[in-house]
């Protein structure tokens, strides 16, 4: 049970980046009140929670009703993260995120930024979407899809935490070393992506 908390921890933690989003939230909300702040924090990670619960409990349902198998999913799903592992590993999924947030606080409507981009696609993108489906799925019984829900909510936590601590924790950890860490957890969440697509093919072919 230890083992899968911590798979799942860390493929949250790594889809997620808590630490990533700090900074696009730190720009998003640059200049304006404490108050204001601090509630475009909780609004992003409780909207963020929602939506990830929602594909978390009926995600297979909805796959169901689609006629697409589980071990399609995975494939599809591994090969997703594979390809945001391959941009976080070059660094190209950070100068993503820093270009959307450009164009948002460019916008006249840049008050609110806790449905878009905040919740939607930073937190609750659709790598943390086929992370929970995927996760979910493979738990066997309500005792392991609570453990990754567990999972899940705490990494949403540490991204409050981020999100509300994004100044002073932009200032400690420094570009240099958030580069270097972005590119260990590309690496490993590159690993996680091909299992999960030699899952979904052994079940597919019967290996």
């Given at each position: 049970?230890?083992?899968?908390?911590?798979?799942?921890?860390?493929?949250?933690?790594?889809?997620?980046?808590?630490?990533?989003?700090?900074?696009?939230?730190?720009?998003?909300?640059?200049?304006?009140?404490?108050?204001?702040?601090?509630?475009?924090?909780?609004?992003?990670?409780?909207?963020?929670?929602?939506?990830?619960l929602?594909?978390?409990?009926?995600?297979?349902?909805?796959?169901?009703?689609?006629?697409?198998?589980l071990?399609?999913?995975?494939?599809?799903?591994?090969?997703m993260?594979?390809?945001?592992a391959?941009?976080?590993?070059?660094?190209?999924?950070?100068?993503?995120?820093?270009?959307?947030?450009?164009?948002?606080?460019?916008?006249?409507?840049?008050?609110?930024?806790?449905?878009?981009?905040?919740?939607?696609?930073?937190?609750?993108?659709?790598?943390?979407?086929?992370?929970?489906?995927?996760?979910?799925?493979?738990?066997?019984?309500?005792?392991e899809?609570?453990?990754?829900?567990?999972?899940?909510a705490?990494?949403?936590?540490?991204?409050?935490?981020?999100?509300?601590?994004?100044?002073?924790?932009?200032?400690?950890?420094?570009?240099?070393?958030?580069?270097?860490?972005?590119?260990?957890?590309?690496?490993?969440?590159?690993?996680?992506?091909?299992?999960?697509?030699?899952?979904?093919?052994?079940v597919?072919?019967?290996?």
């Amino acid at each position: 049970m230890i083992d899968l908390f911590i798979s799942a921890f860390v493929t949250f933690f790594v889809i997620i980046d808590p630490p990533g989003c700090a900074p696009i939230f730190a720009s998003l909300t640059s200049g304006t009140e404490a108050a204001h702040r601090r509630a475009m924090a909780i609004r992003s990670v409780s909207i963020a929670a929602a939506i990830l619960l929602f594909f978390g409990l009926l995600g297979e349902k909805l796959l169901g009703a689609l006629g697409i198998s589980l071990a399609a999913f995975r494939i599809a799903g591994g090969i997703m993260l594979f390809l945001i592992a391959l941009e976080m590993v070059f660094e190209k999924r950070t100068q993503r995120r820093e270009t959307r947030a450009q164009e948002i606080t460019a916008t006249p409507e840049a008050e609110d930024i806790s449905v878009f981009p905040m919740a939607i696609p930073m937190i609750a993108g659709p790598g943390s979407i086929a992370s929970i489906m995927l996760l979910m799925a493979r738990s066997d019984g309500p005792e392991e899809s609570a453990i990754v829900l567990a999972a899940l909510a705490s990494i949403l936590a540490l991204t409050l935490v981020a999100l509300l601590l994004a100044g002073p924790l932009m200032r400690l950890v420094g570009p240099k070393i958030e580069a270097m860490i972005t590119r260990i957890l590309g690496v490993i969440l590159a690993a996680l992506a091909a299992q999960f697509v030699i899952d979904g093919i052994a079940v597919s072919f019967k290996v």
